[in-house]
Structures are given as C-alpha cells and as structure tokens.
T-cell receptor, first 112, second 114 residues
Framework: AQSVTQPDIHITVSEGASLELRCNYS??????LFWYVQSPGQGLQLLLK??????LVQGIKGFEAEFKRSQSSFNLRKPSVHWSDAAEYFC??????????FGAGTRLFVKA | SQTIHQWPATLVQPVGSPLSLECTVE??????LYWYRQAAGRGLQLLFY??????ISSEVPQNLSASRPQDRQFILSSKKLLLSDSGFYLC?????????????FGEGSWLTVV
C-alpha cells in the first residue's frame, strides 16, 4: 500500500533563512504529489502539486518542490522564510483514485 | 471560482448527543466530496467520500455517517457522540480524477465531546 513519510515532526528556522521540508513516499509508480499548509485552527491550503513533466514545481507564497524519482522524494523548499510561514505543512500522495494519503505533517517554527 | 463552506466552526457536545456538520460547495457541479478528521497532533484520516448524490463510501467503521442530499451538499452525522469523536473535521472537494484529484478544503469544524 502507498504511504507518505514526513521524517521531521517539527523544524525551527530563523527568519530569512532557507527552508527544506522532507517528504518520502512509497509507491511502485509515480504518484500525484501535493504540499498543503495549515495555519492553526484553519483548513488546509494547497501550496503546489506535481503531476508530470518538469520535476521542479513552483507554488504560491514563494514555495517550490522538487520531485526526485530515484529517491521517492518530494521535498518542499523556500529560499527565505518569513515569520508568517510558521504553520504545519502536509505532504500528500494520490495514485489516481479517490483516496489521497497525507503525511503526519511537519510543524514549522520561525524565530526572529 | 469555487468555494467551500462548512459549519458550525466550533461546537461542544455532550456524550450521547447527536451531531450534524454541513458542507456546501459553490462554483462547480458534480464534485467529489470528502469528510476528513484530524486528531490533535496527527495527520488526516479520510472518513467518507462521495462521487454523487446518495453515493457514500465509508473508509473507517465508526458511529459516524454521511449523506449527500444534493449535488453540492455533504453532511456528517452521528446519532450518539463518543468522547473519541472529538477532533477537527474537514470537508473537502475535488474535480475530475484526470486532474490528479486535487483536493480543496473547507475551513474546518472543531468538535469537542464532553
């Protein structure tokens, strides 16, 4: 069965520093891949998605993610973090049906 | 553009009481609809999904049920709440599976069972 792993439960970065959140999936073929962000007490907002083609995907709020087939990874990056980026981030995988599998999430803390 | 709304945003219910959470989608037709639950500090668990009016698929056995009386309306219900039903409930929708089944979420409903 497919699965999604976000190895880091929480990460702390300084404002202005770069960010990379890790995501690994388990699936025999290339799935559809997503990153979502959730602020406390709110729903999830789609940051970006990968279906096919260029393995570097640009999203909203200055985020990007890179699909690496050889590593079964889809890591999220941002060159310079802002205090408003503090939130929880979820990686998700869909293999073509109605079920999308979500990782357990990584909580991002931003220090001044 | 498409929007999704769910309500109430917050509710506190005693054990054994009924539950009704409602969700509506605007700006699209025949969406796939979903109910997820998010327990504190944990990921998202798919509870139900629906591909059309009256068509409900349940992913986990529980004392919750879902109904879809109209194309863009999805309701989560319970006849008798348990303490373990507490959590953050998210309604969501998606369009065609050919678009990778991209899911869009509502604002969420906090349920506390006391």
């Amino acid at each position: 069965a497919q699965s999604v792993t976000q190895p880091d439960i929480h990460i702390t970065v300084s404002e202005g520093a770069s960010l990379e959140l890790r995501c690994n999936y388990s699936y025999g073929a290339t799935p559809y891949l997503f990153w979502y962000v959730q602020s406390p007490g709110q729903g999830l907002q789609l940051l970006l998605k990968y279906f096919s083609g260029d393995t570097l995907v640009q999203g909203i709020k200055g985020f990007e993610a890179e699909f690496k087939r050889s590593q079964s990874s889809f890591n999220l990056r941002k060159p310079s973090v802002h205090w408003s980026d503090a939130a929880e981030y979820f990686c998700a995988v869909n293999t073509g049906g109605f079920k999308t599998i979500f990782g357990a999430g990584t909580r991002l803390f931003v220090k001044a | 553009s498409q929007t999704i709304h769910q309500w109430p945003a917050t509710l506190v219910q005693p054990v054994g009481s009924p539950l009704s959470l409602e969700c509506t989608v605007e700006g699209t037709s025949n969406p796939n609809l979903y109910w997820y639950r998010q327990a504190a500090g944990r990921g998202l668990q798919l509870l139900f999904y629906s591909v059309g009016i009256g068509q409900i698929s349940s992913e986990v056995p529980q004392n919750l049920s879902a109904s879809r009386p109209q194309d863009r309306q999805f309701i989560l219900s319970s006849k008798k709440l348990l303490l373990s039903d507490s959590g953050f409930y998210l309604c969501a929708w998606s369009g065609s599976l050919s678009s990778g089944n991209t899911i869009y979420f509502g604002e969420g409903s906090w349920l506390t069972v006391v």
